[in-house]
Every structure is written in structure tokens, then in C-alpha cells.
């Protein structure tokens, strides 16, 4: 290959490289633009007799968390049985199975119950965020509003985000109470451990701390799945292909941004 | 009416806005110019809207009408220019003036734009709700109203993917004007109705100039609809406005861009070599290129 053809393709490269980078930095600089707008809006909202609707955001909170409760429960006991039985199985090894229940309450509140609600919460409500914004922005709905008078920012990303940030960490704490439970029937009948015993040494077992943790967490990553979600939607273009593309890119960022801030949380506060 | 061959920035729409009629201008557009990168979409846009009069903005696909409707509703800023609405500049006002102006706009967009998970009902009332403190019931009986006007009554449970492509536009009028604005702006009301559809949304149009008074501006590429409903029309063509005139001005111009729009033929460009191969290669695009 000629050197020129070598050295035009690594210019290429390099362009594509800077154009992507400008583009991810001017997507975080715009959800933390949506962010502090939206803070913004919910405290000076009422004084500009533009208020951030509660209705709006109880609405929201039906939706992202009332309605997730069924599959919530079944992930979440699913979660805790197996936690039971990798538990008892490699605690087996030492001959203290016993203290399964340390590894599960403290698996289940620090890491899983987070983590999966996170996930469940991103792929359900995190995705139907996006579409919902992506298609408003194709039907010029979001232009509609705009020309009313109506903050798009107020009106569509300030109620699923405060929704999103008080249910994913109640979602978080069902998480915890169901697959403990789970864990527990099955603890209780591999073990003979009646369920009063189990719970004696779950609550033994748990600080204050550790249940904040995951709570904690929860917040966090409440804001991200919310975050992605609307800016995904927002970028949208190239009609309904185009709406299914920015679906799939804020189900898969929402998640790896949760799995890599989990990462991040557990580094910075647990060692 | 102000006629151009080979327009330039400055040539149209010369009539002092209160000179012949003494009605305000709503709407004063000076020297409007939009770039995205290379590519100017307007070029030098001069234009007065007058008090309660219907302005339809022709022009073929390309021409720069959309874009300039978007500058008109201040969706989007101008690279260069100023838009007055009534006396006020768009282009440099505070958000918080915005939000005030806009409350004295109102828009029907093509595919009425109504929000998909409220109902017919609750889109209308909207605006009411969120600038207004107005009971719930007085909110009920400005929407009925509403809806009486555009002939949609009893529809308002409705949601709207239940309504067809004319109902939906006229619910959107209905949105448009709850809140009695100075100036509506209506976005290709005709595209993609029947003719029958198409001419009863003409009416419509008539018709809330004439029972509420306000100023209307309508894009559109449809002849029979602008000739229906215009007080005058603007032919905007590859960003540039070649002629600002009533109905009978427009039918009878000279203007051979005009009569190529009016008669529906294609306008042949003849470009140099250079700029030939220059597009064949994609360097160096002109930066005026349409």
C-alpha cells in the first residue's frame, strides 16, 4: 500500500476517532444540562407558575415502578434461590453452610438486588423512555409543546426522572425483602432453618450501611437509565428504524452504565 | 407586490407595512440568513406580515418555506438577521420573553402534532392548563368551543390515532387557537387530505381569520388551496423570495421562476464544468449549493 493511501486511511481514522469523541462528550454534557435544568425547574418551577406537575410524576411512577412490581418479585426470588443454593453448594466444601445466610443478605443488599432492578428498570422503562421521546421528536410533538409555551425539559424529562429516582431505590429495597425471602424457603428446606431463624440471622448479619449501599446505588443509577433515555430520544432521526436504533443504543448504554458505575461504587466504597 | 427576476436580498415586499392600509405588522423579517456549514438555506429574507391578513408561503421542496416557517415560530436562530413580532426581536429575546410571545402564537403543524397519550380533549385544553388558572370546568367549555368551531364535537375522549388525517388537523387548529393568539401558523394543512378535506380545512382558515380576528401564515405547495385562502402569497425559491403579491398579482406575474412554479415545471440548472465535477468528486462543494 502506498504511503500516501497509509497515511490518508490513518487520517481517516483519526477523524472518525475525534468526531465520536466530540459526539460522546457533547451527549454527557447535554444529560448534565437536562439534569440541573430539570433541578432547577422542580425548585423555581412554582415562582415561574411553570411547575413540575406531581401528577405527572405519580403517573410516571405507576408506570416505572407499580407495574414492574410482578417481574421485579419473580427476578428478585429467582435471585435469591440461586444465591441459596451457590451458597450452600460451596460452603458445602468447609462444612458451613450455616453461614450461607451471611453471603446471601449480603450479596442480595450491596450488589444483586441494585443490579437487577437496575437492569430490569433500564431495559423496561429506560428503553420506553427513548421511544416515547424519540417519537414525540419525529411527530414534532416536542416542537408542539415548544411553541406553546411548554418546556419540553419541565413537561417530559423532569417527572420520569424524579419518578425514576424515588422507585428504582423503592424497587431496590422490594428487591431486597423478596429475594431474601426466596433465598430463605430455600435455606429453609435445604437446611432445615425455620424462616424466624433465617431472618434472626439476616438482620445479624446486615448493617444500616449495607442496605444504604445498595439504596444508594439505586439512585444512581436511576439517573443514568433516566438520563440516557431522553438523550438517546432526543437524538433521534431517520423516522420509525430511527426510533428502534436509539431504543436498542439506551437499553445497551443504560446497562453498561450501570454495570460500570456498580464497578466504580463498589471500588471507590467498599475497599 | 414586489416582483424579482434575480432577486436580491432587499427587493422585496417594499410596501411600507401601514402605508396602504394602515394595519400594524405582526411579523417584520430583515435580512434573514440561515447556513448549516456550507449550505445557505436562506438567503437575506425580507418580509412583512400584516394584522389579520392570510400569508401563504409557496415554494418548491427545497426552497427554504419550512425552514423559514421554524425561524418565524422561533424554533430555531438565524445565522444573521432579525424576525419583530409585533415590534419585538425573536432572535434576541430571553427565554422567559419567549415563553410570553409564544403564548400569543399558535401553530397547526402537518401531522397536527397532537400529544399521542392524552386524549383530542385534554391536547385542546393543554395549554390552558399549564398558562392558565382557569377551574377544570371553565377549561371544559373553551375546549367544547373549540371544538365546536373546527366541527369536532363530542370527539374529545377520543385519543388521537382514533381520529383520520382531516379530523386530526382540525383538532390541531382547535389546540392552535385556545388560547386566542395574534398569529397562527399553519404547516401544509393540505398535505395528504382529499381535495373535499382539503377544501372544508380551507375554510376552516377563512374562517377563524374572520371569527377571531388573528394574522395567519400558511406553507404550502398546494395551488388550489393558496389561491382559496391567501390575502397574499410568497414564492420562496432556493432560499430566496422572487415575489411577495396577492392572487391576481401571482397569477398574472412575468416572472418566468413564478410561472414555472404556478405551472409545475421543472426548473433545468445548468452547471459549469467545474462545479460538475467538483459535485462528482464531493470536494470543494459550492458553498451556495441548493
Redesign the interface.
Known amino acids: 500500500m502506498p504511503a500516501s493511501a497509509r497515511s490518508a486511511g490513518f487520517l481517516d481514522l483519526a477523524e472518525r476517532i475525534g468526531r465520536r469523541t466530540v459526539a460522546g462528550v457533547a451527549e454527557i454534557g447535554f444529560a448534565a444540562m437536562l439534569l440541573v435544568e430539570s433541578l432547577v425547574w422542580a425548585i423555581t418551577g412554582h415562582a415561574?407558575r411553570?411547575p413540575v406537575r406531581l401528577a405527572a410524576i405519580v403517573e410516571q411512577m405507576m408506570e416505572i415502578g407499580v407495574m414492574a412490581i410482578p417481574i421485579v418479585s419473580v427476578l428478585s426470588i429467582t435471585i435469591g434461590v440461586m444465591l441459596a443454593i451457590q451458597g450452600i453448594y460451596t460452603l458445602r466444601a468447609f462444612g458451613a453452610e450455616e453461614k450461607v445466610t451471611l453471603g446471601v443478605a449480603l450479596s442480595v443488599t450491596r450488589e444483586f438486588a441494585p443490579l437487577i432492578t437496575g437492569i430490569l428498570v433500564a431495559g423496561r422503562s429506560g428503553s420506553a423512555l427513548a421511544a416515547?421521546i424519540g417519537?414525540?421528536s419525529i411527530?414534532?410533538?416536542v416542537?408542539?409543546?415548544?411553541?406553546?409555551?411548554?418546556?419540553p425539559v419541565r413537561?417530559l424529562v423532569a417527572p420520569p426522572l424524579f419518578a425514576m429516582m424515588v422507585m428504582l431505590p423503592a424497587l431496590t429495597i422490594y428487591a431486597d425483602l423478596v429475594a431474601l425471602f426466596g433465598a430463605g424457603l430455600y435455606i429453609g428446606a435445604d437446611l432445615g432453618m425455620s424462616m424466624s431463624t433465617y431472618f434472626d440471622r439476616v438482620v445479624e448479619a446486615l448493617s444500616i450501611n449495607d442496605v444504604m449501599h445498595g439504596i444508594g446505588k439505586s439512585v444512581i443509577f436511576a439517573a443514568l437509565v433516566a438520563l440516557i433515555g431522553v438523550v438517546n430520544g432526543a437524538s433521534v432521526s431517520g423516522g420509525a428504524e430511527g426510533v428502534g436504533r436509539v431504543t436498542t443504543r439506551a437499553v445497551v448504554q443504560g446497562i453498561s452504565a450501570i454495570v460500570i458505575t456498580d464497578m466504580i461504587f463498589a471500588f471507590a466504597i467498599t475497599r | 407586490m414586489t416582483e424579482a427576476t434575480h432577486p436580491g436580498p432587499k427587493q422585496i415586499d417594499g410596501a411600507p407595512p401601514s402605508a396602504a392600509d394602515g394595519r400594524e405588522v405582526v411579523i417584520r423579517v430583515r435580512n434573514l440568513v440561515k447556513s448549516y456549514g456550507p449550505r445557505t438555506i436562506l438567503k437575506g429574507i425580507d418580509l412583512d406580515i400584516h394584522d389579520r391578513e392570510v400569508m401563504v408561503i409557496m415554494g418548491g421542496s427545497g426552497s427554504g418555506k419550512s425552514t423559514l416557517l421554524r425561524h418565524l415560530?422561533?424554533?430555531e436562530q438565524p445565522t444573521s438577521g432579525s424576525i419583530d413580532f409585533l415590534g419585538r426581536d425573536l432572535c434576541r429575546m430571553s427565554g422567559?420573553d419567549?415563553?410570553?410571545i409564544?403564548?400569543r402564537?399558535g401553530?397547526a403543524?402537518?401531522?397536527g402534532?397532537?400529544?399521542?397519550?392524552l386524549t383530542v380533549g385534554e391536547n385542546i385544553m393543554?395549554?390552558l392548563r399549564?398558562?392558565t388558572d382557569l377551574d377544570e370546568q371553565t377549561m371544559r367549555v373553551m375546549m367544547r368551543l373549540k371544538l365546536e368551531v373546527v366541527e369536532l364535537a363530542g370527539f374529545e375522549d377520543l385519543i388521537p390515532s382514533e381520529l383520520s388525517g382531516g379530523m386530526l388537523k382540525r383538532a390541531a387548529f382547535a389546540?392552535a387557537v385556545i388560547m386566542d393568539p395574534r398569529l397562527l401558523?399553519c404547516d401544509e394543512p393540505s398535505a395528504g387530505l382529499d381535495p373535499v378535506v382539503s377544501s372544508a380545512l380551507d375554510d376552516l382558515i377563512l374562517r377563524l381569520r374572520d371569527a377571531l380576528g388573528i394574522t395567519i401564515v400558511v406553507v404550502t405547495h398546494e395551488l388550489e388551496s393558496a389561491f382559496k385562502i391567501a390575502d397574499r402569497i410568497t414564492f420562496l425559491d432556493r432560499g430566496e423570495i422572487i415575489m411577495v403579491g396577492s392572487v391576481d398579482e401571482v397569477r398574472n406575474s412575468r416572472s418566468e421562476r413564478v410561472q414555472n412554479l404556478l405551472n409545475r415545471r421543472a426548473e433545468h440548472v445548468t452547471l459549469d464544468v467545474d462545479e460538475y465535477l467538483a459535485r462528482l468528486t464531493g470536494e470543494n462543494l459550492p458553498a451556495d449549493a441548493p
Open positions: 415561574r411553570q416515547r417519537t414525540m411527530n414534532q410533538e416542537d408542539a409543546l415548544t411553541v406553546m409555551g411548554i418546556n413537561f | 415560530m422561533a424554533l422567559r419567549l415563553y410570553d409564544r403564548k402564537m401553530v403543524f402537518q401531522g402534532a397532537l400529544l399521542s397519550s393543554l395549554p399549564e398558562h389546540r401558523f
